[in-house]
């Protein structure tokens, strides 16, 4: 294939996971349907980024914008799922003191109550419909440019590219605040996808390898952003509410914020591993 045709096909895999899951999500009850179609569109967004200039329409230049749209509101959905249905259980289970949970968790249930009716309503959107009818309309076009070059050097080119993009920010990675910490876990997972998109050019076992350290860096800058986007949500709670609730908010708060300083030396360990790692490209 030529890297036109290879990406389009890509786009068209990542579509479908998308569309797949958005019935479920739109019923609300599953969450499970909000999070793989979360999924997909951060795939779609990784194809988007590293398709061939010659492959992006500049008709479609607004498909990058409304796949961020509707990635953050969905996002803040499955925040308050993370937070509610994971994290919040786990702590309460392991929790020595008595703590009181329940006003807590029905301020989080308004929350999340109310980001599920903003997420149904993005989904249902002319917005949205737009979005998915461009994408099946660009998906639907003659390639004009199967002339693109072989596919093989433009995968080692995203591939290199994205690992030095990847390594800018791991130098420093001790002394980031959130936001940037939030930039090394969207590079390292379009480094992921990347990968996965062209996994089946190289031999598995190298692929393989290189993922599973690749993973254990994104699972630790995970656990760290999914810190940051609960603690803000217990922020929140703990200037709103009465007494018990700011109580276990602070709680939980402080449980994070030791999970957060665990997980720094776990992502430590992992990006020594993935440094060491041998490039299957």
């Given at each position: ?66 796949l961020k749209w509707l990635a953050s509101v969905l996002g803040q959905a499955r925040d308050l799922d ?100 939030h930039d090394l876990r969207k590079e390292a997972k379009t480094l992921r996808y990347a990968a996965e ?41 703990r200037a709103e509410g009465d007494g018990e609730l700011a109580r276990a908010a602070g709680f939980v ?29």
């Amino acid at each position: 294939m030529s890297p036109s045709r290879a990406m389009r096909v890509v786009a068209a895999e990542c579509l479908r996971h998308l569309q797949a899951n958005l019935p479920g999500a739109r019923l609300g009850a599953d969450r499970e349907f909000v999070h793989q179609a979360r999924v997909a569109l951060r795939r779609l967004r990784c194809a988007w980024k590293i398709l061939p200039p010659s492959t992006r329409a500049p008709a479609r230049s607004g498909i990058a914008e409304d796949l961020k749209w509707l990635a953050s509101v969905l996002g803040q959905a499955r925040d308050l799922d993370v937070l509610l249905d994971e994290t919040l259980p786990a702590i309460e289970a392991a929790a020595d003191e008595a703590i009181g949970f329940d006003a807590l968790r029905r301020a989080l249930r308004l929350r999340a109550d109310v980001c599920r009716r903003e997420a149904r309503a993005a989904l249902d959107s002319a917005r949205c419909a737009g979005l998915l009818s461009s994408l099946q309309a660009w998906l639907d076009e003659k390639a004009e440019a199967e002339g693109d070059g072989r596919l093989l050097p433009f995968a080692q080119q995203v591939l290199r590219g994205q690992r030095r993009r990847l390594c800018r920010l791991t130098r420093g990675w001790k002394i980031l605040n959130p936001e940037q910490r939030h930039d090394l876990r969207k590079e390292a997972k379009t480094l992921r996808y990347a990968a996965e998109f062209f996994a089946s050019l190289y031999g598995d076992g190298e692929v393989s390898r290189y993922l599973s350290r690749l993973q254990h860096v994104q699972q630790g800058l995970g656990e760290m952003n999914d810190g940051v986007a609960a603690r803000r949500l217990l922020a929140q709670c703990r200037a709103e509410g009465d007494g018990e609730l700011a109580r276990a908010a602070g709680f939980v708060d402080g449980w994070l914020a030791h999970a957060a300083s665990q997980a720094k030396g776990r992502l430590g360990q992992a990006l020594e591993r993935l440094e060491q790692a041998g490039r299957f490209w």
